[in-house]
């Protein structure tokens, strides 16, 4: 009978969503009301604080189709959701605790319309899934050190996205591509993908500046810049097709011979320049045989009559162009001593990796537009974007971390942070600060994601989210 009492609520309340699941003790309260036991299947209103107890964890599902986690120990205030079209509007408080969030259509519809408040920041949401923490003790200090874990320090940032116009994409080893949008992070072994009539800037931490064109195609294989050991920088980048240009930062300035590209057709050296490359047709497929009527003594003749591109058939290969400095064309594949330099001003022409290179005048005009993507020394990336900060310990604050789209969280110096995903950022009681790996607490974290919880997931999961049930941990709570 206590029960029954406690679970009504009064019908002014407005039903905003539900209790999709739940492990563990779960009380809701409506502003003004006595508190109630709630539970899988029952709604929440507008102006209720949810709690989940210190050996549970619940999921709760929004009208707009947002679903999260709620931790244990966790405070959550749903103060406002409205789906009304032209009216959207959800605003969230994180009291204490945290949640995994699946956000829905009004983060989408409406970036500026989803909210969440904390005690030491605001969170703003534009159609994502992200993690949330409030870490006021040691507990997750001790769930960092718990964890063992060593690779979240994997997830460093190496570029960002300086300009976007139109769409592209970033894909670490087969893995989900994620859409990029300006301020976007990119990482080491990330495959970038313009659109079609799309280009992209991406800004690397050394100050080296690549844009691609439309429809291009580019994979960071390695990159590694350290201000003070020259020796071990590195960046070698694969140019896979499209249009590509660049010019070169600190580590190419530092040690000439630590930063490489590589295309289908040779693999490019720098000199501390400037360069366009262009790759369509034949210089796309690296399978590609030798042209036998270029290389036949009718060939080779035309090639003294006649413009190079028409000698060699329609024109499809790779294009290299130098504007600032020189760069090394190394023919023949990695190891090979056969070189061309090309200075300033110059352009050269490869028919595939079996052909001989050729200097021409120019890129083709129908190629040399790059689809109007612009020179990347011409475009500026603001002073903070590589300020990430290695913590070195768990501090107080507010943890948030992104898996998929972008997050803005301002901090209590009016600072506005803007991460995506695999990034983290700490809003500390003075400032917020961008970190520089995902802390292992959350990247690793066994309270499961919203996303993942279905019907036949439920039977696996214990208290705690973890697969399989240890019945000799549970306990029963009364509050």
């Known amino acids: 009978m206590l029960c029954c009492l406690l679970s009504q609520v009064s019908p002014a309340a407005e039903e905003v969503g539900k209790v999709a699941y739940s492990r563990g003790v779960l009380t809701g309260q409506v502003d003004g009301q006595q508190p109630r036991i709630i539970a899988r299947g029952v709604p929440l209103h507008n102006g209720e604080t949810i709690n989940t107890g210190s050996r549970g964890f619940a999921l709760i599902t929004l009208d707009d189709g947002s679903r999260m986690t709620l931790r244990p120990n966790t405070t959550f205030k749903i103060d406002n959701l409205n789906t009304k079209k032209g009216s959207e509007n959800a605003l969230f408080s994180l009291v204490r605790g945290g949640l995994r969030a699946l956000t829905g259509l009004i983060s989408k519809a409406s970036p500026d319309a989803f909210r969440i408040n904390t005690s030491v920041a605001t969170i703003g949401i534009r159609g994502t899934e992200f993690d949330a923490r409030l870490c006021e003790d040691l507990e997750c200090q001790q769930e960092e050190q718990d964890s063992?874990?060593?690779?979240?320090?994997e997830s460093?940032?190496?570029?960002?996205?300086?300009?976007?116009?139109?769409?592209?994409?970033?894909?670490?080893?087969?893995?989900?591509?994620?859409?990029?949008?300006n301020g976007a992070a990119v990482y080491e072994r990330d495959q970038i993908q313009t659109g079609i009539k799309s280009f992209a800037v991406v800004a690397f931490n050394d100050e080296t500046r690549a844009t691609l064109s439309p429809q291009t195609s580019i994979r960071i294989e390695?990159?590694?810049?350290?201000?003070d050991q020259a020796d071990e920088n590195n960046s070698f980048l694969s140019f896979l097709q499209g249009g590509l240009r660049m010019v070169t930062g600190a580590i190419g300035r530092l040690?000439?011979?630590?930063?490489?590209?590589?295309?289908?057709?040779?693999?490019?050296?720098?000199?501390?320049?400037?360069?366009?490359?262009?790759?369509?047709?034949?210089?796309?497929?690296?399978?590609?045989?030798a042209d036998p009527a270029a290389d036949s003594l009718l060939g080779k003749f035309l090639q003294l009559l006649i413009k190079p591109a028409y000698a060699l058939g329609d024109g499809n290969g790779m294009y290299a162009k130098v504007w600032s400095g020189s760069i090394e064309l190394q023919l023949g594949g990695q190891g090979s001593n056969k070189l061309m330099v090309l200075t300033n001003g110059r352009t050269a022409y490869l028919r595939n990796n079996f052909s001989k290179p050729l200097l021409v005048t120019d890129i083709p005009?129908?190629?040399?537009?790059?689809?109007?993507a612009p020179r990347p020394d011409r475009v500026p990336m603001p002073e903070d974007a590589f300020s990430e900060v290695d913590p070195g310990s768990i501090e107080p604050g507010l943890?948030?971390?992104v898996r998929k789209g972008d997050v803005a969280v301002k901090g209590k110096d009016g600072k506005t942070i803007n991460i995506g995903a695999g990034e983290?950022?700490?809003?500390?009681?003075?400032?917020?600060?961008?970190?520089?790996?995902?802390?292992a607490f959350q990247k690793y974290d066994k309270i499961p994601n919203p996303a993942r919880i279905t019907v036949q997931a439920e039977k696996l999961l214990d208290l705690f989210g973890a697969e399989g049930v240890d019945k000799e941990g549970m306990e029963c709570t009364v509050q």
């Open 399 to 401: 943890y948030v971390n």
């Open 222 to 227: 390695e990159h590694e810049f350290k201000p």
């Open 424 to 439: 983290a950022v700490l809003a500390g009681f003075v400032r917020a600060e961008r970190l520089s790996f995902v802390p």
């Open 156 to 181: 460093r940032v190496v570029g960002r996205i300086a300009l976007l116009r139109g769409k592209a994409s970033a894909a670490v080893d087969g893995e989900e591509a994620r859409v990029l949008s």
């Open 148 to 153: 063992g874990k060593s690779a979240a320090r």
């Open 255 to 289: 040690n000439s011979k630590a930063f490489r590209v590589s295309t289908p057709t040779a693999t490019i050296g720098i000199r501390g320049t400037g360069f366009d490359l262009v790759c369509e047709g034949a210089c796309v497929s690296t399978n590609a045989a």
């Open 365 to 372: 005009a129908r190629l040399r537009a790059m689809g109007g």
